[in-house]
């Protein structure tokens, strides 16, 4: 059985990173998509908890099965290990990406002992070039997010920059 | 008619953005040349204002018409909305260049409703490889930039540095 | 006024091309699309002028108004140079485009003595991976390429892959 | 159940490919190697059911278990219908890699109506950056290929050039 | 005679690092380890005396001769010019790094006024994909680095993580 | 002493090659630049000798010393080792390059058996981008390539296009 994590500071989660879910929920036996964060200092535009309940909604919206969402604190490693997980999904838009992620599958698989791989999918089609640091930028300054996040995510977002 | 407008930082303007400029003043009707920065909260070498100021006097010492500088705050598909223009032009000189451009298009693309297209003209010849962030760099440790940067700039740099 | 010439071979023109064009053709005073093929030696799949024709039936069916469809032979810098073009387009997909972008952006600059610059746009949206190349290759095997070419296109290779 | 297809010309297969076969051995239920050629005109050094055995060959040699290898000519996209495939497999070793899967990552997903996704592995460590077109012509002439293939491909390459 | 300074922080120093330190002290007649530091502001993880103690440590262990190392506080050129080296060499792993050389070589060819040329030795191989920021990001949250730096590093990060 | 070997087919030679033969002659004690050739089968726009010839003129009217010009045909590294060189040189413009160069460095070092380091020089500055086969293909079209080539090159293709 195999057992996949998509880990990810999702701040919020986006479109682009829905898709990633929903292919990645489609191959594998379990999808843990695994949340970082610092409960110590939370440094993101939202906690670690309301990170995970907005990609939780937008989960259950879709109506994907298989899908699992956790918060972790600490290594992707050590995370992969405490869920069971035997391999780590990460989305891939571009070359830069892909230096960092070579980069981190190495040292992942490295540190790990050599046993956690990583798999990469590609983000193609219209949602495959957002950024949550754009979406947090555009929303924070007054400007429209709403085609590329989710519902759930659009209205907190109103919300917290309404007041 | 096709007013574009060039976004950045400019902190300070080099030979590479004037290269820029000079392209996009030949091609567009109108190039409106918008320096982005917070008032309320300089944060770079130069502030804003002086920023501005330099273009304004390196585009007058190349003799380019058509060229008009202002300041923004906030979002760029705002500024475009709010100076007229129905373009963006950004320079390129390097995949890490166009893996942020193709995600800054799409990501203004998308929050401006469809129709603020981004147009990136390639950095080519002896001024392609510069960058505003190794000109601070050198500068202000004493180094030479004097082949870089516009005469008004070098002064610019020399007296502060000079202190 | 600035007239654009967007070369290329077009074989054969794909949905990635007229999204280019529809840019293109909001941005410039008038648009050139120059089809590249040697009619003493047709080695495409379709024929230059077939080309042609499958460019101008596609532009009309989107109701682009402003372009130009020709056909050229030889050096894309004389193509401009006798059609009285003063910047050249290229759709823009990837690192790999852009460092071929970038070496003829450099040739086609100096070898017309410095006044033919490039215009690169970004293909991003739902039509952005798109490749003749592989339009070929997959309607010739009896592929499904109907969500990626314009209609008359998706015609012309039905018929020819039909026999 | 995830059934997934890795499909090239393995024109031979070498340690980089191998490596790609034991992680997604490891991962998806079952995996096809899928290997590319045309029995009406075989192009390769090796022809169709050669190339076969040798992967064949270096799969039981590592002990892998859940792979099968199977000829296919034509589209990919049906290859993976008619052997039950739900997902794709490639390796990723550069930038220039995933530009070219990108493109077929889409063209596949459009031409199969939505399905058929690509999955793509990272190749690092010590096989990652090993390329059959460079075996080839290292072998052909004289070099020595034993670090970067399997026993079963350096034999068959030995006898090849030993003539 | 070619002295060659290989710059960087080096915080720590890891085996990609000792990879580009062994080749290049093959090659050059002289091999200068500049690691730049801040004596008024440390900020890195080790002090910059530390960093190049560890290297020193390293370097004698893998018996690497012609190889000095030595600290340095602001420009690379100040300090090449003032260690008598003739070039540059850096560490070469994707096209994100070669898009920050390319930029890194021209600014420190022009602000030297053309006489320090910037060598890039490919990382390949096992010790191709490491990162000093990855290192210390697993090391300090109590992951294990030692197959990715050499012992001496190992045994500071060790002691360090275990207080 | 290091002799560093500079392969390529430099048909024709162009400055961004004469750019990268002085950078590695004032670096190394000894460069050869290698023309690689089938003497039995040639295949460029020059024979290789031709292509020696003007390789031999060139690096005399720069008055570069320490330069030596040989034909090889097979692989570059029995070439290497028959020249008794202990390095590789190549020329570096961008990402698409390194993909290639990190491919064959490493297999060069491993066919080698682990002796025969690659270095790469960055093209900046103006004769950075400039393409042999673009050079051949403006020349043989009656376009003007001057300014990207040497003096010999030009009198070679402008006899040659004239008839």
Same mark, same amino acid.
């Given at each position: 059985m195999t057992v996949a994590m998509y880990p990810g500071? !999702?701040?919020?989660?986006h479109n682009g990173h829905l898709a990633i879910i929903g292919v990645a929920a489609s191959l594998f036996d379990q999808l843990i998509v695994a949340v970082g964060h610092n409960p110590a200092k939370?440094?993101?535009? !939202?906690?670690g908890p309301e990170r995970l309940e907005m990609i939780e909604a937008a989960v259950e919206a879709e109506k994907l099965s298989g899908v699992r969402v956790v918060l972790f604190t600490g290594l992707v490693t050590d995370a992969a290990k405490a869920e069971g997980a035997n391999c780590l999904v990460k989305g891939l838009r571009n070359g830069s990406d892909l230096d960092t992620e070579l980069l981190q599958a190495n040292m992942n698989l490295q540190s790990a002992g050599g046993g956690l791989h990583t798999v990469l999918l590609p983000g193609i089609g219209?949602?495959?070039?957002?950024?949550s640091r754009y979406v947090r930028e555009i929303a924070s300054r007054g400007g429209d997010v709403q085609p590329v996040v989710p519902e759930v995510v659009f209205d907190h977002l109103s919300r917290k920059f309404r007041d």
């Open positions: 500071s !999702f701040d919020p989660v939370e440094s993101g535009m !939202f906690t219209p949602d495959a070039l957002i950024s």
